[in-house]
């Protein structure tokens, strides 16, 4: 077998499997930000063109995978399998934007860890070589979010500090079981980890125990330590949530401040940008992989990453009953290839 379990939630991968392709779609703040350039397509449209923002983020969707795909050569005929999701109820973003195309399609949900999870279902799937060619992908968008989790824009409610920005962004990843470019190696799956955090409006709070958990959990499962990895790059928990996760790690005598990056804290400039703790979403992590690290891996900049992805695993009903935030992260170890 390509695959084999190690540890208690971590598997390696014999024959790496390959991301041969990418492409991110990025909304009019995030292509204002520093990663503005790194973006394939941008639009200053909120709407995209569409008669609403649900729809925008389906046709964000497209729009990544039709650019990678072109990147690639390939039509979406040629994709053995899509896995995808975003944060609207019943994942409507991902399933609307694939129906009738006669692909194949696994819709996932793991909140703002769905980059992490499609590219570890991608990794499982190619690698044990039950399809030949899989697309990861997810995105999120700015006001459909804000529609279902929190107020109507137009109310003009107030931000708390710890509040963070829902990125309006797509990123999609083509896996191949050979050809050029960045190598899953390893992956670890995530167990969902709830402290008691109530507040929405803090989720990096609710969701740095749950990073630090998988992050454990790989080195301890694969033998790892910190300094396996150029960088460990952290979904979204924002400005908060990374202090967090950084004190987490030294209370157990870790230092890993020189390693981490968090896509929340990286897609908006804080001092220019009125974001708060930084970005969320689906779309942060996918966005600032496929539009950043990716490209850095490639290039050779970069020898191995730990990529993972933290996801808030509430609904608007869980917290209007008072629920906590359960949280859980998943991680994939992508080594740099040509």
């Not at 695959?3 to 499997?17: A, D, K």
């Not at 520093?34 to 964000?60: M, N, V």
């Not at 992956?187 to 709830?194: H, K, L, Q, R, W």
């Not at 629920?323 to 170890?333: G, Q, W």
Request: glycine share 12%.
């Amino acid at each position: 077998m390509n695959i084999t379990h190690s540890g208690r939630q971590s598997f390696r991968l014999q024959q790496p499997v390959v991301l041969t392709t990418w492409a991110s779609v990025a909304g009019k703040k995030e292509s204002e930000g520093p990663l503005g350039a790194c973006f394939d397509l941008t639009s200053r449209d909120p709407y995209f063109g569409q008669k609403s923002w649900e729809k925008a983020e389906s046709h964000l969707q497209m729009l990544a995978i039709s650019a990678a795909a072109e990147k690639a050569c390939l039509q979406l005929s040629d994709f053995d399998l899509i896995l995808s999701g975003d944060l609207l109820n019943q994942c409507i973003g991902s399933s609307f934007s694939l129906r009738n195309t006669g692909v194949p399609h696994l819709g996932l949900y793991g909140a703002c860890s769905t980059m992490a999870e499609s590219l570890l279902m991608g990794a499982i799937a190619v690698g044990s070589g039950a399809v030949r060619r899989a697309v990861a992908m997810t995105s999120s968008h700015f006001a459909s979010s804000e529609r279902q989790y929190r107020f109507p824009l137009g109310y003009g409610g107030q931000r708390t500090p710890t509040a963070q920005w829902t990125v309006t962004g797509s990123g999609s990843v083509i896996l191949e079981p050979g050809g050029k470019g960045p190598r899953v190696d390893a992956c670890t799956v995530g167990t969902v980890v709830d402290l008691g955090i109530k507040d929405a409006n803090n989720m990096g709070a609710a969701m740095a125990p749950a990073a630090y958990d998988t992050i454990r959990a790989h080195m301890d499962d694969l033998g790892r330590t910190e300094a396996d990895f150029d960088f460990i790059i952290t979904g979204d928990l924002g400005q908060l949530g990374r202090e967090l996760l950084c004190k987490l790690a030294a209370r157990d005598g870790y230092h890993w401040e020189d390693k981490i990056r968090d896509c929340g804290c990286m897609v908006f400039d804080n001092t220019q940008q009125d974001v708060h703790s930084g970005g969320s979403g689906c779309g942060c992590s996918a966005v600032v992989l496929c539009g950043y690290w990716l490209d850095k891996l490639k290039q050779g900049k970069l020898k191995r990453i730990l990529f993972c992805g933290t996801g808030a695993l509430l609904s608007p009903t869980s917290t209007q009953q008072g629920e906590s935030i359960p949280a859980v992260c998943h991680a994939v170890s992508l080594e740099g290839g040509n």
